[in-house]
C-alpha cells in the first residue's frame, strides 16, 4: 500500500467516524428536545392566585386546623395558599407578617385581627386594592370585606348556659382567658358572664390570662385554687386553657369537686371530656373556617357579592354527646 493509500484510509475512516458521532448527537438533541416538550405540555401553570392566611400561631394544633381546611380548598380553586402564623403568639408579629403580604401585592389576605391596631393595616391593604377576610377574631368597624368564624359572644353565653343548666346551689367561678387585649376573649367572656348573672347562686370570683399558652394556664389556675379557696368551677376561653385547669386541680387534689368547661375540641380537650375531667367543652370549626374563606376570598376577587358575616358552628359537647364521628379533634362539620 502507497502512502497516498494510506491517507485515503485514514480520511474515509476519519469521515465514517466523524459521521457517527454526528448522527448519534443529532439524536441525542433530538430526543432531549421531545422530552422537553413533553415536560412542557404535562408541566401545570402557576396558580392563578396568591392568598396568604394569617393566624395567631402557626404550629398550634387549632391553627394547623384552619390551615389545613384552607390547603385543601387550595387545589379546588386554583389558588396557592400561603399560610403564615408567628412561632408564639405575639401579635406585633402578626402585624409585620400582615404587612409583609400588603407589600407583596398579595391576591388577597385571610387574617385574624386579635386587636385593635390590626385595623390601621387591614384599611391600608384594602385601599391599596386587596381583599382582607377577617377569620376567627373579627375587626368589624375595619375596611375587611367579611368576617369568617365563631360568633364568640354567643360561644361565650352558651357556656354560661350550660353551666346554669349543669349545676345547682352556689357557684363561684375561676375563670382562665387566652388574653385580656384579644377581642374574642373578651366578648367569651362578657357572653358568659351576661348569662350567668341571671342568677344570684353564680359568681365569677376571679380571672387570669393564660397568654394562650398550657403552663401558664396550669400556673394561673394553680394561683386561682390558692387564692380563692371557694372556687366550684372553671371556665377557660381559650384551646389549652382546660387542659391547664384541670393538671393544676389535679395536682392539688381538687378535681373531684369542680365542674370544668374547656374550649375546642382539639383530642386532648376530647380525651379529658372522656374521661369526666373536663365537664363541657365549647366547639369550634376551625378547619371549616380555613376552608370556607378561600371560596369566599375568591369570590371577592371576582367581583361578587359577600355576606358582612360568616358564622361557623358552635356547639356544646358533654360526654353524652361524643361518638365516633365528632371526636376527630376539630375536623368534623
Ligand atoms: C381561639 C384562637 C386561639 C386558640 C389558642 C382558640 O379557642 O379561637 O383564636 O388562637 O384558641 O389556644
Not at 10 to 36: C, M, P, R, W
Not at 132 to 161: C, F, H, K
Not at 200 to 209: F, K, L, P, Q, T
Not at 217 to 244: C, M, P, R, V, W
Amino acid at each position: 500500500m502507497n502512502r497516498t493509500n494510506s491517507l485515503y484510509i485514514v480520511l474515509i475512516f476519519s469521515f465514517i467516524t466523524a459521521l457517527g458521532f454526528s448522527l448519534y448527537f443529532y439524536n441525542h438533541v433530538q430526543e432531549y428536545d421531545e422530552k422537553i416538550t413533553d415536560m412542557k405540555a404535562f408541566e401545570s401553570p402557576l396558580p392563578k392566585y396568591h392568598i396568604v392566611l394569617i393566624g395567631e400561631e402557626k404550629d398550634h394544633d387549632y391553627w394547623r386546623l384552619v390551615g389545613e381546611g384552607a390547603k385543601e380548598a387550595e387545589v379546588i380553586y386554583d389558588t396557592f395558599v400561603e399560610y403564615e402564623g408567628p412561632k408564639r403568639s405575639n401579635p406585633e408579629e402578626q402585624q409585620k407578617l400582615l404587612d409583609m403580604a400588603i407589600q407583596s401585592n398579595v391576591d388577597g389576605i385571610i387574617v385574624q385581627a386579635l386587636n385593635e391596631n390590626f385595623k390601621v393595616l387591614i384599611n391600608e391593604a384594602v385601599n391599596k386594592g386587596i381583599p382582607v377576610v377577617t377569620i376567627d377574631t373579627d375587626a368589624p368597624d375595619s375596611m375587611r370585606e367579611t368576617y369568617i368564624g365563631t360568633d364568640n359572644y354567643l360561644a361565650g353565653q352558651l357556656a354560661g348556659e350550660a353551666l346554669l343548666e349543669d349545676t345547682s346551689g352556689e357557684v363561684n367561678v375561676g375563670v382562665v382567658t387566652g388574653s385580656f387585649q384579644n377581642k374574642h376573649h373578651q366578648l367569651r367572656v362578657e357572653g358568659f358572664k351576661d348569662v350567668i348573672k341571671k342568677e344570684d347562686r353564680v359568681n365569677v370570683v376571679a380571672i387570669e390570662e393564660s397568654n394562650i399558652l398550657r403552663v401558664e394556664s396550669e400556673d394561673k389556675a394553680y394561683q386561682l385554687l390558692n387564692d380563692h379557696k371557694n372556687i366550684t368551677a372553671f371556665y377557660g376561653t381559650s384551646s389549652y386553657d382546660g387542659i391547664g385547669i384541670v393538671a393544676a386541680a389535679k395536682s392539688l387534689d381538687r378535681l373531684e369537686d369542680l365542674y370544668v368547661i374547656g374550649f375546642d375540641t382539639l383530642d386532648e380537650n376530647i380525651e379529658l371530656l372522656k374521661n369526666e375531667e373536663l365537664n363541657v367543652v365549647i366547639g369550634q370549626q376551625p378547619f371549616q373556617m380555613g376552608y370556607n374563606s378561600i371560596g369566599i376570598i375568591l369570590d371577592i376577587i371576582k367581583g361578587k357579592t359577600v355576606e358582612d358575616i360568616y358564622y361557623t358552628e358552635v356547639s356544646i359537647l358533654r360526654k353524652s354527646d361524643l361518638t365516633a364521628s365528632n371526636n376527630k379533634g376539630g375536623t368534623d362539620d
